[in-house]
């Protein structure tokens, strides 16, 4: 399965990438929700790879992709989409693209975020949905009080956590907030 994040061009594409703000991915300090398509910049010739320090990666093709090309090139590999973005623009035009390309069976999507899922949720009730971290947090105390086999949960797969990717000194987010710091060092323990 690949797992990808997805994010909103200012005229409406949907490309794959991690990040809204450009500096990492491409050098630029940009967003990919303020920019049109053609003037997105291309991608840094060598890239490190985020959960294996020391590890770097290049490609001939250093252009931001499109949703819909991976959806082409990878037509029966199942797909984990992150919506990185609330927004119900990308929403609807990632939905549309898994039903232009009929991946409704084969595609996950949503966000650590509950109302992102729930969005998700109704916008393409056939797309499989990830637990949401509230979710996850409700499957865990009702699991551990017995009640889990009598409640209904619409969400599918769960996602796993790697908290030695999140735990690098690097990552602005983590190092800002100290108990999210905190618990992902909890999860190693």
């Known amino acids: ?8 061009t200012k005229d409406g594409y949907v490309v794959v990438a991690h990040d809204n703000n450009l500096q990492r991915l491409t050098g630029q300090n940009i967003k990919i929700s303020n920019t049109l398509l053609k003037d997105l910049p291309l991608i840094k010739a060598v890239l490190p790879v985020d959960f294996h320090p020391g590890r770097e990666v290049q490609g001939s093709d250093r252009r931001i992709p499109l949703l819909r090309d991976v959806f082409q090139e ?10 990185k973005e609330e927004n119900d623009r990308l929403i609807k035009a990632v939905s549309d693209l898994v039903r232009e390309n009929q991946r409704e069976d ?3 999507w949503g966000n650590f975020r509950h109302t992102t899922v729930k969005k998700c949720q109704n916008e393409n009730p056939d797309i499989h949905t990830l637990f949401s971290l509230r979710a996850v947090v409700f499957l865990t105390l009702t699991f551990n009080i017995g009640l889990l086999p009598f409640l209904p949960i ?3 797969f769960l996602e796993i956590l790697l908290p030695a990717a999140f735990l690098r000194k690097d990552k602005e ?10 618990l992902l060092w909890l999860m190693e323990k």
Do not use: G, H, Y
């Open 154 to 156: 619409k969400e599918q």
């Open 1 to 8: 399965m690949l797992e990808i994040d997805c994010q909103l």
């Open 173 to 182: 987010f983590f190092t800002a907030n100290k108990k999210w710091r905190f």
């Open 106 to 108: 084969i595609t996950v």
């Open 74 to 83: 990878f037509p029966s590999i199942p797909i984990n989409i992150d919506i």
